[in-house]
């Protein structure tokens, strides 16, 4: 992922001013200043786009093709209704993903349809200026769950299959600062293999600590801070927040994906379904 399209589509030129109780208070500017700087860590280059006009933004997207990695697309009002933009981006089929400032499916019945967000990979809204910062990181989660699974076809066994991914996960997120993967070995998880710090805790009695707590209720937990958190085991004093997601084969829990952040409720929506993603990835090649 190197170039991503950020498309602004109509009555966006007027956010600041506009019903500032639904869209906030920020300018556009302001907010696309916001977006590039949230997100200068993955080394992207973003190119932003704003248009009151329908066919501009047909425009926009169709000059994407061969010119752009990704797109992150705001289409405002036009969500609700433009086959023409849902047929521009199914046409040039670009990895999309649809953002808006509202939770447009808590709003008026006519704003809960969205006509765009079945050619997108996902639609994240309601975060206010980080939806797009959500958008920009589910691009970079997708293209890296294409990047292992481009890398597991040349794997010839477990060992080097769980190496790899954890090292294209650490190196994907900045954010994911101790990656581990643990492995259900009878009543406890072992450590695998991990990038980051040293853990006391290479293993972990199920139903102990977060990464217990996951395999015992067969979910993905997501902690946004761990000091508020009594389950939490502490390893590290820099870890803030934490997301375990449970890696299943044939039903079977036989692991999980462990990764501490040293930043504060880093872990959202989009990080568990690509986590998901990737665990689905482990538990099909186990
Ligand atoms: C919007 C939601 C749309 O329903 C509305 O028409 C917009 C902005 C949002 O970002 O919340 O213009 O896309």
Not at 8 to 37: F, K, M
Not at 180 to 202: K, R
Not at 270 to 282: G, N, P
Request: proline share 4%; net charge negative.
């Amino acid at each position: 992922m190197k170039i991503i399209d950020v498309i602004h589509g109509p009555n966006l030129n007027l956010l600041g001013s506009r019903e500032p109780e639904i869209y906030g208070t920020d300018a556009l500017e302001p907010i696309n200043a916001y977006i590039a700087e949230k997100t200068a860590e993955y080394g992207i280059e973003l190119h932003f786009f704003q248009s009151n006009y329908e066919g501009a933004i047909i425009e926009r997207i169709h000059a994407a093709r061969g010119t752009v990695d990704g797109i992150v697309i705001n289409p405002a009002a036009y969500t609700h209704y433009s086959i023409a933009i849902r047929d521009a981006l199914a046409a040039v089929a670009i990895p999309t993903v649809e953002v808006h400032l509202s939770d447009i499916s808590q709003r008026e019945d006519f704003r809960k349809i969205s006509v765009i967000s079945d050619v997108c990979l996902r639609q994240i809204g309601g975060f206010g200026k980080d939806s797009y910062i959500f958008g920009v990181e589910a691009l970079i989660g997708h293209s890296a769950l294409g990047r292992i699974k481009n890398e597991l076809k040349a794997v010839n066994n477990r060992e080097e299959m769980l190496i790899k991914i954890v090292n294209i996960l650490h190196a994907t997120f900045p954010k994911y600062d101790w990656t581990g993967i643990y492995l259900v070995e009878g009543e406890e998880l072992v450590l695998h293999n991990f990038h980051g710090a040293p853990s006391p805790h290479t293993r972990i009695p199920i139903g102990q600590g977060i990464c217990g707590a996951a395999v015992a209720e067969n979910e993905t937990i997501i902690v946004p801070d761990v000091n508020a958190d009594n389950r939490y085991l502490a390893c590290s004093i820099e870890t803030k927040s934490e997301i375990v997601v449970p890696i299943y084969a044939n039903d079977d829990i036989i692991g999980e994906i462990d990764i501490d952040s040293h930043r504060l409720d880093v872990f959202k929506n989009h990080d568990r379904q690509f986590l998901e993603e990737v665990a689905l990835e482990i538990g099909a090649r186990w």
